[in-house]
């Protein structure tokens, strides 16, 4: 059924091979050794069938987003890992990359959008499959040539830092994420704003406990992460308050994802405040922002959930602005 895909038309065909595949495995007719093995028997040979179809990593890639996205089918980021076991780690960045966005565009996922759809589903997925190393479906050498500036390239980022400080004593992770960033991560990404959003979102996942409190969520470690990361260098201002916009993001996104009440956002939003690591004006600008950037599409939709447990906060920022317009007066 797969190869039939490639043949003739096959846009149209994969998305309903792969429900077709995702309703047997629900139904026990397919098991999922049958499924992870027939995949990966086809991948196998993909240096072939690429030579006849420039898309084939889209086209299996489309076969496998229904699977992932089926309620019932019970596949999962370790299934699609058993899927192309004879080309990861090496050939299969192309492939994840090509799921992914599959994911993104596909009209299950958009028509889920009030339920987490988009790239909420995928962080939600990501957590519920296990927290998957990227590194088993992408080299840390190959994050470079995949990263674009988009969600999908804030996932990958976001997944390769937290693999790195999960098993990192948190007094030591500051001097180990920043030598692996050094090493892996070229200075172009580093310097996009979005890496900042990518480093919050992961401290934040490795953070994250059940009923926390929320109190210390950033120890001294992680603050210094952010903080050199925002201002590492002498930067304009509009620079500096771009990154501290995507620290916001990054807790918007990832809390949103993580279906968390906004306590924690309010919680994690005054730490930063009170520690120096967003300034007022940031945190202004970022309630200001009402307006898409391509690639970001759930940044308002997230946004607006934030804003709405927030009014206490921007409150005492208008008092404390209020207070140190009479104190210099």
């Known amino acids: 059924m797969s190869l039939i895909t490639l043949d003739n038309n096959p846009i149209t065909r994969t998305t309903v091979v792969g429900k077709m595949f995702a309703e047997l495995l629900s139904k ?3 098991s999922m050794e049958a499924i992870t093995q027939g995949i990966d028997a086809v991948l196998k040979n993909w240096n072939d069938y690429l030579m006849d179809n420039p898309l084939f990593f ?11 996205l089926s309620q019932n089918a019970s596949f999962d980021f370790n299934n699609l890992k058993d899927s192309c076991t004879s080309i990861r780690p090496g050939n299969s960045s192309k492939f994840f990359v090509e799921v ?10 958009q028509n889920i959008k009030e339920q987490q759809g988009g790239i909420l589903w995928i962080y939600n997925k990501w957590r519920t499959s296990k927290y998957v190393s990227l590194d088993v479906f992408m080299p840390n050498n190959q994050i ?9 390239g804030a996932f990958l980022l976001s997944i390769a830092m937290y693999d790195k400080m999960k098993l990192t004593n948190s007094i030591l992770q500051y001097d180990i994420l920043n030598n692996w960033i050094n090493v892996n991560i070229s200075e172009e990404i580093i310097n996009c704003p979005q890496f900042v959003r990518a480093l919050t979102i992961a401290i934040v996942i490795v953070n994250f406990k059940p009923n926390h409190s ?31 916009v995507q620290c916001l993001c990054g ?12 306590e924690m956002v309010l919680r994690l939003f005054h730490n930063l405040y009170q520690d120096s690591i967003i300034s007022r004006e940031s945190f202004e600008l970022w309630k200001k922002e009402d307006e898409f950037k391509a690639g970001f599409d759930e940044d308002l939709e997230t946004k607006s959930m934030a804003v709405e447990v927030l009014n206490s906060f921007f409150l005492s920022l208008a008092v404390n602005d209020s207070d140190s317009d009479e104190t210099y007066e």
């Not at 470079?144 to 999908?152: G, L, P, S, T, V």
């Not at 210390?216 to 992460?225: E, P, Q, R, S, T």
């Not at 903080?227 to 930067?235: H, M, S, T, W």
């Open 28 to 30: 026990n007719i397919l």
């Open 58 to 68: 889209s086209y299996i890639a489309a076969i496998i987003a229904p699977l992932l």
């Open 100 to 109: 992914l966005n599959e994911i993104l565009n596909s009209k299950e996922t």
């Open 144 to 152: 470079n040539k995949f990263f674009k500036n988009d969600r999908i």
């Open 214 to 244: 929320y109190e210390d969520f950033f120890d001294h470690a992680k603050m210094k992460l952010l903080n050199y990361y925002i201002r590492a260098e002498p930067l304009p201002e509009p620079e500096i308050q771009a990154r501290e």
């Open 251 to 262: 807790i918007q996104i990832i809390s949103a994802a993580l279906g968390h009440s906004g």
